[in-house]
């Protein structure tokens, strides 16, 4: 699957992987670019012969290597289970992270 950065894409991708908000800089937007586009060396370079767009696995896996994000997982979306335990994950992940920035004492062990 290909998709184009548009905006700030991958720093949406980021914040929702991690459940924080990042702000990228345009430095680091263009390194995560460059990731699957070397030969992109500017936002000008955008609809040229260097860009190729983004291969999302491949993006993902970049994250992974760079420490950006612990994992992600694949999952066959016409699989209803599947989609569900993805969802509940998700879900399930953001509530302990959020839980845990409040300081609750159920999610922080103090109770």
């Not at 992109?40 to 993902?60: C, E, I, K, R, Y």
């Not at 289970?81 to 922080?108: H, Q």
Request: glycine fraction near 10%.
């Amino acid at each position: 699957m290909r998709c184009g950065v548009g905006d700030h894409a991958l720093q949406i991708v980021e914040t929702l992987l991690t459940g924080s908000y990042v702000n990228w800089g345009d430095a680091q937007l263009l390194r995560a670019y460059q990731s699957q586009n070397p030969g992109f060396t500017s936002w000008a370079d955008a609809g040229g012969p260097n860009d190729q767009g983004m291969d999302v696995q491949a993006f993902l896996s970049w994250m992974v290597k760079q420490g950006l994000i612990l994992g992600f997982a694949k999952i066959d979306p016409t699989n209803e289970d599947e989609v569900k335990a993805a969802v509940w994950l998700f879900l399930a992940s953001s509530l302990v992270r959020t839980c845990r920035s409040r300081s609750s004492p159920v999610m922080s062990g103090t109770t």
